[in-house]
């Protein structure tokens, strides 16, 4: 779907040539922010929902998401979250308020297929994760003095981090990094002294077998197909 990368690098002065693969992901619209030293572009396809241009971020500035993917499960959510706000108009506009309400467990209530990073300006920390199955890859390059995130291993070696920095993330895991910043986020000072705290399991598996039928499997896979085609999508293709 979509596709993003966010480093302490400098990417604005290079974007065309960092953006160059992530781009066709998203030909829709390339939104950029430049905040708390760091740089953020995201690159949109828009499939569902309104048009919803990232990275999404907080009022203060103090925290900021990139996504890709679908979260299917964002009304149910948003139930939770923000039962008296405005809905949802994107399944994306979740995500800041998950980790705002849940902290490190918040890509654990989350059903669907996905990538995400969420930097913490105010706690100097980022966290970033996949869903379950690490359908939709995420590429982490980290050294004591620089730190990026992307869809792809090529937008990280084009901003500049060494080869062997870069490192693809597990599924169903949560990474939690620290920095250093001297200054708050409206500083454009590069934070340094990037480390990583700790690593969580996302969803917890029961794999004990004790089925003696596929009605389960089969119920699952229909739950699959359904959540993954609802009516709304096939009239919006009916209708071109």
Same mark, same amino acid.
């Given at each position: 779907m979509c596709s993003f990368i966010a480093s302490s690098l400098a990417l604005m002065?290079?974007?065309a040539f960092i953006n160059f693969h992530l781009r066709f992901?998203?030909?829709d619209y390339t939104g950029t922010k430049q905040i708390g030293g760091f740089d953020f572009v995201h690159n949109l396809l828009h499939m569902t929902g309104a048009f919803t241009p990232q990275p999404f971020v907080s009022a203060d500035n103090g925290t900021l998401a990139l996504f890709n993917g679908e979260i299917y499960n964002f009304r149910t959510l948003q139930q939770e979250l923000r039962p008296s706000g405005r809905p949802y108009r994107s399944d994306g506009e979740c995500v800041l308020e998950a980790y705002h309400? *849940?902290?490190?467990?918040?890509a654990s209530h989350f059903d669907g297929e996905f990538a995400i990073a969420v930097f913490d300006l105010h706690r100097r920390q980022i966290l970033v994760s996949t869903d379950v199955f690490g359908i939709k890859p995420l590429f982490v390059a980290m050294s004591d003095e620089a730190?990026?995130?992307?869809?792809?291993r090529s937008g990280l070696e084009r901003a500049g981090h060494p080869a062997a920095s870069i490192s693809q993330l597990d599924a169903n895991r949560v990474y939690?990094?620290?920095f250093e910043a001297s200054t708050g986020p409206d500083s454009q000072a590069r934070p340094?002294?990037?480390?990583?705290?700790?690593?969580?399991e996302g969803v917890s598996w029961d794999l004990r077998q004790h089925k003696v039928t596929t009605d389960a *499997?089969?119920?699952a896979f229909e739950e699959a197909v359904r959540k993954r085609t609802p009516v709304r999508r096939w009239c919006d293709v009916a209708r071109g």
């Open positions: 002065v290079r974007l992901r998203g030909p309400t *849940w902290g490190e467990e918040f730190f990026g995130v992307s869809s792809y939690i990094y620290s340094h002294s990037f480390r990583l705290l700790r690593s969580r *499997w089969e119920g």
